[in-house]
């Protein structure tokens, strides 16, 4: 009966490092390389949302800077022929203007409106007026205040209670006591484009005289006077 020689003591270390290494390398392609790629995959997800709120930042501050203006949903066709008339109509103006200086509680000094002009773009009639007015500064302030919320956009509609004014300039110069004067030059418009530009009247056709007798034929008691050719009487 043949005995069985065991194993060297090197090869017996040499199986149990290669089972180990085995072991190793089974669980590294089993369990930690899936969860590195996983992680891997989060780094990119976490660093594009990181993206997406900066660029969210970035917008929201523009926004912030740059007032929008409002939009208008709805836009009454009364409202708009009360803000902006088809027509001139300076009697309606000067009489808005009035009131709302006494409304304001300012003594109105004078009214000069000027003829509408048309812009050289868009054609747009609007024409100038220049108020006077004389008050203390609370007054004047409510002044501006009505002239420029006569019409205004609300919860997107348009809401006019009176024309369209744009205030232009205001320039101020102190009166007696604690009163206050001030120059308001506003525009308002018209709807609508300005007319073309006047047809040049034509020149008067010529009437060809030739071959045509032209001699002036005069009473028989007619004075020797110039005739009404121009030549002298016979």
Request: charged letters at 15%.
């Amino acid at each position: 009966m043949k005995i069985p020689r065991p194993l060297p003591k090197a090869a017996v270390v040499g199986g149990i490092v290669a089972a180990g290494l085995l072991v190793l390398a089974i669980g590294w392609f089993g369990l930690i390389a899936p969860q590195d790629h996983k992680a891997a995959s989060l780094n990119k997800q976490t660093a594009a949302v990181q993206t997406q709120i900066a660029d969210n930042l970035a917008q929201l501050a523009a926004s912030k800077n740059v007032a929008a203006a409002p939009k208008i949903r709805v836009a009454d066709v009364y409202k708009l022929a009360k803000a902006m008339p088809s027509t001139t109509d300076m009697p309606d103006v000067l009489i808005q203007l009035d009131q709302v200086a006494q409304d304001a509680g300012v003594q109105l000094q004078d009214i000069s409106p000027s003829p509408s002009t048309a812009d050289p773009i868009t054609g747009q009639q609007s024409f100038m007026v220049t108020l006077s007015v004389v008050g203390d500064f609370y007054t004047v302030t409510d002044l501006l205040y009505r002239l420029r919320n006569f019409v205004y956009v609300r919860h997107g509609e348009l809401e006019a209670s009176g024309r369209l004014f744009s205030i232009d300039n205001v320039s101020f110069a102190p009166q007696n006591g604690h009163q206050l004067g001030a120059n308001i030059t506003l525009h308002t418009y018209v709807y609508g484009t300005a007319p073309g530009a006047p047809v040049s009247a034509a020149a008067p056709a010529t009437t060809d005289t030739t071959g045509t007798d032209t001699t002036a034929t005069t009473t028989p008691d007619s004075s020797s006077g110039p005739s009404a050719a121009g030549t002298g009487a016979p």
